[in-house]
Structures are given as structure tokens and as C-alpha cells.
């Protein structure tokens, strides 16, 4: 049983920069690929960012250029460093692991909030 514990998140003016992480535990085995969405009120839950072991990053277009998604090395960790954030970046992130041993999982989620 895999669990994803995130950190960081809060309230930023527009412009500002913030930086989420998440750890994974309860496996000694490297997850392939780990990543982050976001919720916003009223919308769904939409893919920002995944990164692969191996360092290769994929983001969602509205992010491409402000955030970054990085993997601390030889460990199930994940973190998304967001500058230039927009009041449009406003939602509940979540953590997530997409595929391991055919489950997914998801982190409870941190509130990122960007005043205009």
C-alpha cells in the first residue's frame, strides 16, 4: 500500500511562486512515474504534470514555462515548483501515482490559492 503525502501549498499574490512536494512510502520498489493534478471548484480534476524515474517531464499547456516538475533522485518523491502563478493556478493539487502494481493512488490534496 502505497501512501503520498504532500507538502507546501497556500495562499500567493499573482506573480508569486510556490513549491508543492510529495513523498511516497510503503515500498521499497521505484515508482515509474509520478505526478500532479489539480482541482478547481466546479471543474475536474485535470493532469499538470508527470515525470518518469528517469527525469523525462511532460506539463499541461496552460503551465508549460511557469512550473516545473522534478524527481528527487533514487527516492519516490515528487515536487512542482510553480512561479508565475496566475489566479487561474487556484485549486486543490494532488499527488498522484498513475500506475503501481495496478493501482493508482492519489495524496489528500493541498490548497493552492492565487489572489488577484
Known amino acids: 500500500q502505497v501512501q503520498l503525502v504532500e507538502f507546501g501549498g497556500g495562499l500567493v499574490q499573482a506573480g508569486g511562486s510556490l513549491r508543492l512536494s510529495c513523498a511516497a512510502s510503503g515500498t521499497d520498489f521505484s515508482i515509474t512515474i509520478m505526478g500532479w493534478y489539480r482541482q478547481a471548484p466546479g471543474k475536474q480534476r485535470e493532469l499538470v504534470a508527470t515525470i518518469t524515474s528517469s527525469g523525462r517531464a511532460n506539463y499541461v499547456d496552460s503551465v508549460k514555462g511557469r512550473f516545473t516538475i522534478s524527481r528527487d533522485d533514487g527516492k519516490n518523491a515528487v515536487s512542482l515548483q510553480m512561479n508565475s502563478l496566475k489566479p487561474e493556478d487556484t485549486a486543490t493539487y494532488y499527488c498522484?501515482?498513475?500506475?503501481?502494481?495496478?493501482?493508482?493512488?492519489w495524496g489528500q490534496g493541498t490548497q493552492v490559492t492565487v489572489s488577484s
Open positions: 498522484n501515482v498513475p500506475s503501481f502494481q495496478g493501482r493508482i493512488f
